[in-house]
């Protein structure tokens, strides 16, 4: 379990000590690879040193009629806050041109990213949940994460994560795809 403590300076949160933050990225518009491989360089630079890097998962667009998707996960390290990270998370959207952030319907996008776990934390508030209140239904998101650490428990329901996969219906539109990760 790790703990870390929170201090306030000016409506900022800072975090004394290094957490694991695993995100899910994803990409359905214009070049997904490169999207995705801008994306990481993006996290690396604003948010913390990225630890791990999942395959490639394309799939359906799910929710919505739209082209395929690319996603995987990273493991991130960073000293950054909850709050803090979902700023970095707005901005590097807005870098790489995605637009409506806060629309509630799901659509193309040419860059998603998402806090799936950060550490072992259980977090609420109107605009970020941790863990991410539906990474458990979506195969997309637990493949890769599972790909990158096999033994990882949700925090909320304290249940190995890889239970998850054997509730979800199988998908075969969901196809592993080799990445290379080159620095974008």
């Avoid at 996008?109 to 863990?131: A, G, Y």
């Amino acid at each position: 379990m790790h703990y870390f403590y929170l201090f306030k300076i000016k409506k900022s949160f800072y975090i004394l000590n290094e957490s694991v933050v695993y995100f899910s990225i994803g990409s359905n518009l214009g070049d997904r690879y490169y999207n995705i491989s801008k994306c990481i360089s993006l996290i690396e630079k604003k948010i913390g040193n990225v630890i791990s890097i999942s395959s490639l998962y394309k799939n359906l667009a799910q929710g919505f009629v739209g082209d395929y998707f690319y996603n995987c996960c990273i493991k991130v390290k960073s000293y950054n806050s909850p709050l803090k990270i979902l700023n970095f998370i707005s901005s590097i959207e807005s870098e790489m041109g995605r637009e409506n952030r806060n629309s509630e319907e799901y659509q193309s996008r040419i860059i998603d990213i998402d806090i799936i776990l950060f550490d072992d934390l259980i977090f609420e508030d109107q605009n970020l949940k941790i863990p991410h209140p539906r990474f458990h239904e979506r195969n997309f998101v637990l493949l890769p994460l599972l790909e990158i650490n096999n033994e990882l428990i949700d925090p909320k329901s304290k249940v190995k994560i890889k239970s998850y996969l054997m509730k979800i219906k199988s998908d075969d539109s969901i196809e592993k795809i080799s990445f290379n990760y080159l620095k974008a």
